[in-house]
């Protein structure tokens, strides 16, 4: 909450307040991809982006529309 970014990047001027958003950043630079799809040849920087993408294929739609039935 302090406005603090004591994380800094060595490849470009991005600061962070945390390290680990740091050490995800730092992907970007080395095209590191260690989350990978266990059905696909997909890899992803970042875990969340992998946990997206599996609903791919299990068909899952955890969002569903309040308007219409529609999932997403």
Known sequence: HTGERPFACT?????????????????????????????CPKAFRKKTALTIHQRVHTGERPFACASCPMAF
């Open 11 to 39: 490849r470009c001027p991005m600061t962070f307040s945390h390290k680990n958003a740091l050490i995800d950043h730092q992907r970007v630079h080395t095209g590191e991809r260690p989350f990978a799809c266990a059905r």
